[in-house]
Structures are given as structure tokens and as C-alpha cells.
């Protein structure tokens, strides 16, 4: 490229790539044009501020984002817009890592669901994967024993599986989960008929 750069060439050569379609973030304008880069941060003092005095919004072109709450909030509403599983492991490992992170960093929210709840979505409604607790299992269990369904394995399998499921990660048996929910030997029966 140039040995002599002045303020005016930066610029200049930062508007031809982006009019050429080039990406300009950082990371790629230290493998693809060092050179450019290093008068620009000689010149502007930041990267950025070069491609910015060059009339672009860094932030539409930087490779990694800039969170806030708001934005947290809006990504979070178009994922639930987009019908995407917003429990924590999918948008951490899958829908959007960066999100998860961002939203979780010290002085933004208490935890996932706090995020959830600040962009008005209930989390037992936006999340496929649903949280389970002994007080939940044993609920699920007594309502499903007043509907008349078999608390059998094959039942619960048939009729509620992620129940199941969860019964046997938290409480180990099928047994001592009808035990915990306080459902006594003739109302077992009774629903077993």
C-alpha cells in the first residue's frame, strides 16, 4: 500500500473498501490491511474513530457487539418473536452465546430468567425446557392422580413424560416421588385402577 499516510488517505482508503463491499472490522483489517490499520490508529488514535471520522457507524460493522439492557431486551423479544427456546443452555450454546454472556455480566441482570421477566416474557412460557422441583413434581402428580391418570411408569411415560423424566432425575424412583407428593397407598391404588 502507501509508505506516507496522512488523514485524508485513511480516510479515503476506508470509504473505497467499504464501497468495495470489504468488511472493516477490526480483526479483519489486521489480517487483510495492516497497514491501513496501523495510520489509522496512528492518526485517529482508534480504529474506530477512524472508520467513524470516515462517516461509518462502527458499530454496524464491528465484528462483536456492544451490549446494554435495552439492547439485551430487544434481542431477547426477537428471539421469542422468532419462536426460538430461550431457556438458558439453547441461547447460551446455540441461539445466541453472545447474549447469554452480555446479559449476565455484573450490573445488568440477576440471572436469565430476571432478563426474561425485564422484557415482559414469563419464563415457564418462553422456554421449552420447563424447571422442575420436588414441590413442582409432587403438584403434577396429585392433579394427574385427581384427572384420574395411572401414576404407573407407563402412564406417566405415555401421558407425561417430561414428569417422568424429571421425577427420576430428581427424586431417583417413581416411588419415592408418590411418596414425597403425600399420595397414600389407596389413592395410589385408586389412581393405579
Do not use: H
Amino acid at each position: 500500500m502507501r509508505n506516507e499516510w496522512d488523514e485524508l488517505s485513511v480516510i479515503t482508503n476506508i470509504i473505497k473498501s467499504y464501497e468495495a463491499g470489504e468488511k472493516l472490522s477490526y480483526s479483519y483489517m489486521e489480517k487483510n490491511s495492516p497497514s491501513l490499520l496501523r495510520a489509522a490508529e496512528r492518526i485517529f488514535g482508534t480504529w474506530a474513530k477512524a472508520v467513524q471520522a470516515s462517516g461509518i457507524d462502527y458499530n454496524t460493522i464491528r465484528k462483536y457487539k456492544t451490549w446494554d439492557r435495552n439492547k439485551i431486551i430487544d434481542r431477547i423479544i426477537e428471539l421469542n418473536n422468532q419462536g426460538v427456546d430461550l431457556n438458558w443452555r439453547n441461547v447460551s450454546e446455540k441461539a445466541d452465546p453472545g447474549l447469554a454472556a452480555a446479559a449476565l455480566r455484573k450490573g445488568r441482570f440477576k440471572s436469565w430468567n430476571d432478563a426474561l421477566t425485564c422484557a415482559g416474557l414469563n419464563p415457564d412460557d418462553v422456554c421449552k425446557y420447563q424447571r422442575w422441583d420436588n414441590d413442582r413434581i409432587s403438584d403434577e402428580l396429585q392433579w394427574l392422580s385427581d384427572q384420574g391418570v395411572n401414576l404407573d411408569q407407563n402412564s406417566l411415560l405415555r401421558e407425561a413424560p417430561a414428569l417422568l423424566a424429571a421425577i427420576y432425575r430428581i427424586n431417583g424412583s417413581l416411588t419415592d416421588a408418590r411418596i414425597n407428593a403425600n399420595i397414600t397407598s389407596e389413592e395410589k391404588e385408586e389412581a393405579l385402577v
